[in-house]
């Protein structure tokens, strides 16, 4: 889809992740969902695909039902963590926000240091206007991987939602230091840095969205 690159007025110039009334979630729940789909299934030594690949194929075909079959035939003791954070991804996309939370929690019992239970619990935190729980989990993820970058910016989206100016700051720097090919990095920055009186930096990040943008145009 052809993008349009934007000329903001400093004067009017918000973050993507807030509006006039806080956070607009149809972007960030966009941006979550591209970045967390399953990984593409892998075959196994003799060609077939295990139940576990079975269902990640399935959800990458947008066959929800389908997936959610093939995960519920594979008994519970021999689940894998990525298996619950898939039933999470299922259940959450069916608007089935507290049994995704559950799936999530199990993922995070099996293994604790797997950043995606926590990432996908630190989105569903945030959406439903609970920062501080929103951002405990988005540090566990960062804690457990960091390297990924939609972490810290989610982060930095959740300590602008309670005011955290300098903390947000820290956090979309360290996201665009692991991407700065995403304009939206760039522009929530740089309305950090405007909030920050900062106006110079806040120009300065503000031409690097709007030459990303053109660039993908």
Not at 118 to 132: D, S, V
Request: proline share 4%; hydrophobic share 40%; glycine share 4%.
């Amino acid at each position: 889809m052809k993008k349009i690159v934007l000329l903001f007025v400093f004067a009017l110039l918000s973050a993507n992740c807030a509006s006039a009334q806080g956070f607009n979630l149809n972007y960030l729940k966009n941006l979550m969902h591209k970045t967390q789909a399953p990984v593409a299934a892998k075959t196994s030594a003799d060609g077939e695909l295990t139940p576990s690949e079975q269902a990640v194929l399935l959800y990458n075909e947008n066959n929800l039902k389908g997936s959610l079959d093939v995960l519920l035939g594979i008994k519970e003791v021999d689940r894998k963590a990525q298996d619950w954070v898939l039933l999470g991804n299922i259940l959450q996309d069916q608007n089935r926000t507290s049994d995704a939370i559950f799936m999530y929690q199990r993922a995070i019992l099996l293994n604790p240091n797997f950043y995606k239970p926590y990432y996908n619990l630190g989105n569903i935190y945030l959406e439903e206007e609970k920062p501080y729980l929103a951002i405990e989990n988005y540090r566990k993820a960062n804690k457990a991987n960091n390297q990924f970058p939609y972490a810290y910016y989610n982060l930095g989206c959740a300590y602008l939602k309670i005011g955290n100016l300098n903390k947000a700051k820290i956090a979309f720097l360290k996201a665009i230091e692991l991407k700065n090919t995403e304009p939206n990095f760039h522009y929530n920055l740089a309305y950090t840095y405007k909030m920050l009186n900062k106006p110079k930096l806040s120009k300065q990040y503000l031409g690097f969205y709007n030459k990303l943008m053109e660039n993908n145009q």
